[in-house]
């Protein structure tokens, strides 16, 4: 396994992933609802990584991607020692481990461009991911009440910080 900051050309199989995490359900769009432009997308993707303190990270295995975490961060000096985070991992590769490995390397790259909150949000409902988030020291700061709507019913997202 190996973990590494996402390059242009890695734009095409970095969409199959997130596509695939789209599926669980779990992520802000519906399966299916999003089309992503791979030369927007690449540019995206070369864009995030040249801001100071905002990257897209993936994780490969055997030269294939199965899993990605974007840490991104805003200019604003009142704002920019915090990241939102975004993560997802290909179907088959859940619960193995790693996504506690992408969080491990993120931490340490936060770490050195003094980076000081991470948060992110979830649904509520998505117990392995809450448990993921506790284990790696997120913390729940708030419920957005009925924030998403999935088929057809109102759920909760977990406001979620950790603190470095």
């Known amino acids: 396994m190996e973990i590494r900051e996402a390059a242009r050309n890695d ?9 695939n995490a789209e599926e669980s359900g779990y992520m802000l769009f519906d399966p299916g609802e999003r089309e992503i432009v791979l ?9 995030t990584n040249q801001q100071e303190k905002s990257r897209i990270f993936i994780v490969c295995e055997k030269k294939r991607i199965i899993g990605y975490l974007i840490a991104r961060s805003e200019k604003p000096k009142r704002i920019s020692h915090r ?8 179907s088959d590769s859940r619960g193995k481990g790693i996504g506690k490995a992408l969080f491990l390397h993120m931490l340490d790259w936060a770490k050195k461009v003094n980076l000081h909150r991470l948060d992110l949000t979830v649904v509520a409902g998505n117990e392995a991911a809450v448990a993921l988030y506790k284990k790696m020291g997120f ?3 708030g419920v957005k009440r009925d924030s998403l709507v999935i088929n057809n019913h109102y759920v909760d997202e977990y406001y979620m910080s950790k603190l470095i």
């Open 11 to 19: 734009a095409e199989q970095l969409a199959e992933v997130m596509k």
């Open 39 to 47: 030369e927007s997308f690449a540019a995206f993707i070369e864009a």
């Open 83 to 90: 990241a939102h985070l975004v993560i997802g991992i290909h």
């Open 139 to 141: 913390e729940i700061e």
